[in-house]
T-cell receptor, first 112, second 115 residues
């Protein structure tokens, strides 16, 4: 079993829909959680960063962490065609400085 | 800043050949990472450096893989001999150690095909 599990999709939604992307993990030592967005033929770029449990909002994006369930989510409101990309969750333990463990990514397609 | 620069962008080679991938991190960044991305396994960390010193190479799959960072502005990932199962997209990323987030800045990747 992988440390981080993520549904690969593809997930297809109409423009304006609310999108929910999720990851589950098995390592209870993970403390820092991130979402990266990767456009086709490009490198990933950091979208959201959260520490421990709770919610964080940035514009149309909300990241949620539930450490008790080992479950993290990314919500996208009013989705746009420009949101079409692969979304990767990433996480790390405290004290590991830079060693991130990534999910395999969920491919999202927002249609007109 | 130009961002993380990787070369070549595409590489097609035959099994058994040596492959060298190159990376120039963002100026001032003291961490450098090499990742491999495949459909089956996703994005995997191969090795990372801090101040040009290899810190963790536990993700390097075999002795056929080696990485060097001779100075703060250049790193190489070498595969010798290459095998078809090495076909993947290889990313280099860099980060500033004093930053209070885990933001890693990724290059555009090198798409490697081993025939």
């Amino acid at each position: 079993q992988k440390e981080v599990e993520q549904d690969p999709g593809p997930l297809s939604v109409p423009e304006g829909a609310i999108v929910s992307l999720n990851c589950t993990y098995s390592n209870s030592a993970f403390q820092y959680f991130m979402w990266y967005r990767q456009y086709s033929r490009k490198g990933p770029e950091l979208l959201m960063y959260t520490y421990s449990s709770g919610n964080k909002e940035d514009g149309r994006f909300t990241a949620q962490v539930d450490k008790s369930s080992k479950y993290i989510s990314l919500f996208i409101r009013d989705s746009q065609p420009s949101d079409s990309a692969t979304y990767l969750c990433a996480m790390r333990e405290a004290g590991t400085a830079s060693k991130l463990t990534f999910g395999t990514g969920t491919r999202l397609q927002v249609t007109l | 800043d130009a961002g993380v620069i990787q070369s070549p962008r595409h590489e097609v080679t035959e099994m058994g050949q040596e492959v060298t991938l190159r990376c120039k991190p963002i100026s001032g960044h003291d961490y450098l990472f090499w990742y491999r991305q495949t459909m089956m396994r996703g994005l995997e960390l191969l090795i990372y450096f801090n101040n040009n010193v290899p810190i963790d190479d536990s993700g390097m799959p075999e002795d056929r893989f080696s990485a060097k960072m001779p100075n703060a502005s250049f790193s190489t990932l070498k595969i010798q001999p290459s095998e078809p199962r090495d076909s993947a997209v290889y990313f280099c990323a860099s980060r500033q150690g004093l930053a209070n987030t885990d933001t890693q800045y990724f290059g555009p990747g090198t798409r490697l095909t081993v025939l």
